[in-house]
């Protein structure tokens, strides 16, 4: 049994920042990639940032230069530090880890979601 737990969601003020942790517990074997994901209200799921296993990462347009991802390998947990937060950030946030066990192959795992509001 695979969790992601979430971490570090919340409400925070136009240019704000605030610090996204997931960490995943388990029968893990070895995680790939590792990301985060949102939706907010009226708008489409998305991919905010990933990050593989050798540390590449991505980020959607929106994000860049504002949102770095990371991650502790040894503590199978990923962060995602948001600064210049805008009311547009809004959404659930979601971790996500590409990832295989002692007892299945490889797959796709969800956290349960944390909620971000950018708000005065």
Not at 48 to 76: E, L, M, Q
Not at 102 to 112: I, L, N
């Amino acid at each position: 049994q695979v969790q992601l737990v979430e971490s570090g969601g919340g409400l925070v003020q136009p240019g704000g920042s605030l610090r996204l942790s997931c960490a995943a517990s388990g029968s893990i074997f070895k995680i790939y990639a590792m990301g985060w994901y949102r939706h907010a209200p009226g708008k489409q799921f998305e991919l905010v940032a990933g990050i593989t296993s050798g540390g590449t990462t991505n980020y959607t347009d929106s994000v860049k230069g504002r949102f770095t991802i990371t991650r502790d390998n040894a503590k199978n947990t990923v962060y995602l530090q948001m600064n210049s937060l805008k009311a547009e950030d809004t959404a659930v946030y979601y971790c996500n880890a590409d990832l295989t066990t002692a007892y299945s192959t490889r797959s796709d795992y969800w956290g349960q979601g944390t909620q971000v509001t950018v708000s005065s």
